[in-house]
């Protein structure tokens, strides 16, 4: 792998708790984002980012924030969990001008 | 509004023939067209691209052709092999802002 590591790959936790999801690259790239990825939806921009503490929007923020300290670092936060927010989460990283590289994963489950 | 539709969410081809998934765009500002394969339980990875000035671009047993006409482009994989059954998703991206994907296509090759 291009140096991307999520954290945790498998989490269940129950509705109204806040929740975490760690990406950490060991590549220094400047551009970090996460996604959601949803049967018939496919994979959805939540937040990005262009820099330390630099971030911004994406297509489904509404119920999470995120956190860059660190170039390497790109958290995700649930701040109070809900069913709907069960799902696949992606960090990538933006390895050239245009292609982006892909963790693992997370799979969320709210219960 | 969708800006990037992968209208057939499966697709079934014997082993050896040729598949062919298409992607339509609507914002015709997209300068980069992208294909990324994922396989259950694994991020997606990058598969090919195209740049917007381009009409073709071929690696190996796989070529993505842009009509800019009609804002659409497609993916050839040929011949097809069995290992080559995963979700595919379309792809787009303008300069620096995040990548824009399709709802993905389900690829079965049948032995």
């Known amino acids: 792998d291009a140096g991307i590591t999520q954290s945790p790959r498998h989490k269940v936790t129950e509705t109204g708790t806040p929740v975490t999801l760690r990406c950490h690259q060991t590549?220094?790239?400047?551009?970090m984002y996460w996604y959601r990825q949803d049967p018939g939806h496919g994979l959805r921009l939540i937040h990005y980012?262009?820099?330390?503490?630099?971030?911004d929007k994406g297509e489904v923020s509404d119920g999470y924030s995120v956190s860059r300290s660190k170039t390497e670092d790109f958290l995700l936060t649930l701040e109070s969990a809900t069913s709907s927010q069960t799902s696949v989460y992606f960090c990538?990283?933006?390895?050239?001008?245009?292609?982006?590289?892909f963790g693992q994963g997370t799979r969320l489950t709210v219960v | 509004d969708q800006q990037v539709k992968q209208n057939s969410p499966s697709l079934s081809v014997q082993e050896g023939r040729i598949s062919i998934l298409n992607c339509d765009y609507t914002?015709?500002?997209?300068?980069?067209f992208l294909w990324y394969k994922k396989y259950p339980a694994e991020g997606p990875t990058f598969l090919i691209s195209?740049?917007?000035?381009?009409d073709k671009n071929e690696d190996g047993r796989f070529t993505v052709f842009l009509n800019k006409s009609a804002k659409h482009l497609s993916l050839h994989i040929v011949p097809s092999q069995p290992g080559d059954s995963a979700v595919y998703f379309c792809?787009?991206?303008?300069?620096?802002?995040?990548?824009?994907f399709g709802k993905g296509t389900r690829l079965s090759v049948i032995a």
């Open positions: 990538a990283i933006r390895m050239t001008e245009t292609e982006a590289f």
């Open positions: 590549e220094n790239h400047r551009y």
């Open positions: 980012s262009y820099g330390v503490k630099d971030t």
């Open positions: 914002n015709s500002m997209f300068d980069y």
């Open positions: 195209i740049s917007s000035i381009k």
């Open positions: 792809a787009a991206s303008r300069g620096n802002t995040p990548l824009v």
